[in-house]
Nanobody, 116 residues
Framework: VQLVESGGGMVQPGGSLRLSCAAS????????MTWIRQGPGKGPEWVAA????????YFPDSVKGRFTIARDNAKNTLYLQMNDLKPEDTALYYC??????????RGQGTQVTVSA
């Protein structure tokens, strides 16, 4: 199982980023997938999860309406579109195999920094 995130970077408040996660080594289309983030000095926080068919769930109220999780099962790729970014969104974002009740594999993560 391999999960490789990309797309992070530094952006000003109000900006946008799209994260990608390339999955390999397992039947991606059959699994729930999740984005998790960990900010400086904080514990992991579930951000969004998506089922194989595309049904999605967002966890912190702070990202609802700003973040969109999506997947392309043909490309074995998970996405997170992040709009109107805020300094409190600064974190290491990583994708994980699994959903709200738990994950069993995760990638190395991609850093998102929101700063003026």
């Amino acid at each position: 199982v391999q999960l490789v995130e990309s797309g992070g970077g530094m952006v000003q408040p109000g900006g946008s980023l799209r994260l990608s996660c390339a999955a390999s080594g397992f039947a991606f289309s059959k699994y729930d997938m999740t984005w998790i983030r960990q900010g400086p000095g904080k514990g992991p926080e579930w951000v969004a999860a998506i089922k194989p068919g595309g049904a999605s769930q967002y966890f912190p109220d702070s990202v609802k309406g700003r973040f969109t999780i999506a997947r392309d099962n043909a490309k074995n790729t998970l996405y997170l579109q992040m709009n109107d970014l805020k300094p409190e969104d600064t974190a290491l974002y990583y994708c994980a195999r699994g959903g709200a009740i738990g994950v069993d594999k995760r990638g190395q993560g991609t850093q998102v920094t929101v700063s003026a």
